[in-house]
């Protein structure tokens, strides 16, 4: 079955939604292309799932030319590039048929490499054929040289209501029942990107027609969030993948702290050791890219974390035998982190009163100078005193926590 991203793909610029300002750029940019004048080349960027590919087919469209897709992501062996790159720049138009050429995900060349930007500026500087690129991110320095030599045009993220527009179409085209109330949740968590909303929306009515009753009736109720315990029975059922992937998106939890519940409850609710080690493999992934966020940035991976928490636990769950009610726990992790919490606010505060008096950070305090002062303390309880004295708190409170430190 093709899936609904292509066979809904607009083949004309008006039917492109929500990119209005962007599109009448490009009405004049075809009329220069038309008129037979020397025209830049076109840089349309933006985020994911906007419109940008389909912009750049859709223009080849209005003028009747053929396109030439070069996809750059392809192109990061150098070889490739420059067989592909120096092929295009001995092409000659005389005896050819119109067209343009598209240079897809342009900031996906690799950022080194003088012959690269040097082949693709000449390609771009020659002005004899229509060039088009499309971006996700124009700003980053590699991109410098090819987006002075462009005209930019920006697609913006799409608004939720754009993305209802579409997908409401496209249910009434293909027959899915569903409510508004789930189309909506489907767009406002998409963040813009239609395409995965198309996709989403697919995944969704492709589930089966009872899955759709289903979540008529689930947002036909007042309280719309499904609460974690009906999720977990979800995602720990090991059958209904693509529904656990749908009812975990109304969730109204934050993902580490639905990590910590599908963590403390893996073992409850997977006895098999092969499943179970699966489903680890699984929650560990996530966790990677979770440091991978933290670390870059890059908020599109939060993505994966849900799908390796939800459809990989769930999938995990299917190859195991061991069923039968599962009373799933809160997990102890936050339960500790309660009952220590006023130790811990304890511990802090001597911590900011040593790094006060000693001029450092309260890190340096807990990793250096606190298990210093303890060796020291533990054998003489007066130099203690004198210590907790000069730092000012309470005798008991630097006691306590010198206890709790092992030497
Ligand atoms: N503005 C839009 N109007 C109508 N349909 C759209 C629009 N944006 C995206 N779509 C739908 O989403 C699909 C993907 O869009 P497209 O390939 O053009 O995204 P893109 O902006 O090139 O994304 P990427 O940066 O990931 O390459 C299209 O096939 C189309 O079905
Ligand atoms: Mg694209």
Not at 65 to 71: A, W
Not at 199 to 223: H, M, P, T, W
Not at 262 to 282: Q, V
Not at 358 to 382: F, G, M, Q, W, Y
């Amino acid at each position: 079955m093709l899936p609904w991203v292509e066979k809904y793909r607009p083949k004309r610029l008006k039917d492109i939604v929500g990119q209005n300002e962007a599109i009448e750029q490009i009405m004049k940019w075809i009329e220069d292309v038309r008129a037979g004048k020397k025209v830049k080349p076109l840089l349309i960027y933006g985020p994911a799932g906007t419109g940008k590919t389909t912009a750049a087919y859709a223009i080849a469209n209005e003028l009747g030319y053929d396109i030439v897709e070069i996809n750059c992501a392809d192109l990061r062996d150098k070889e490739k590039l420059n067989r592909v790159l120096g092929g295009l720049g001995s092409f000659s138009l005389i005896e050819e048929s119109p067209r343009i050429i598209l240079f897809d995900e342009v900031d996906a060349l690799p950022a080194e490499g003088k012959t690269i930007s040097s082949l693709l500026k000449e390609i771009l500087s020659r002005g004899d054929m229509p060039v088009v690129m499309t971006a996700n991110d124009v700003y980053e320095k590699h991109m410098y040289g090819i987006r002075n030599l462009a005209d930019t045009v920006e697609f913006k993220k799409l608004g939720v209501r754009d993305i209802v527009k579409v997908l409401s179409k496209i249910a009434t085209m293909e027959k899915v029942n569903l409510p508004e109330e789930a189309i909506k949740k489907i767009a406002s968590g998409s963040d813009g990107d239609l395409r995965s909303a198309i996709n989403d929306l697919q995944s969704l009515a492709e589930g089966s027609a009872d899955l759709v009753n289903y979540y008529g009736k689930i947002f036909g109720q007042r309280d719309r969030e499904a609460d974690i315990f009906r999720v977990l029975g979800s995602v720990f059922s090991g059958k209904y993948c693509t529904r656990t992937r749908f009812l975990t998106s109304t969730l109204d939890m934050d993902q580490d702290m639905f990590m910590r519940w599908i963590e403390e409850n893996l073992p409850i609710a997977i006895k098999d050791p092969p499943s179970l080690s699966l489903a680890y493999e699984y929650v560990s992934l996530a966790d990677i890219f979770r440091s991978r966020i933290v670390r870059t940035g890059n908020w599109k991976l939060m993505t994966y974390i849900n799908e390796f928490l939800t459809l990989g636990v769930c999938s995990a769950k299917s190859l195991s035998k061991s069923s039968g009610f599962v009373k799933f726990k809160f997990p102890s992790i936050i339960k500790e982190l309660a009952s220590t919490k006023e130790e811990r606010a304890e511990l802090k505060d001597v911590l900011r009163k040593i790094a006060k008096n000693t001029h450092t950070s309260s890190n340096v305090v807990r990793r250096e100078i606190l298990p210093l002062i303890a060796a020291l303390c533990k054998r003489n309880k007066d130099l203690m005193r004198k210590i907790a004295r000069d730092i000012g708190v309470e005798e008991d409170q630097l006691e306590s926590i010198i206890e709790s430190i092992k030497i």
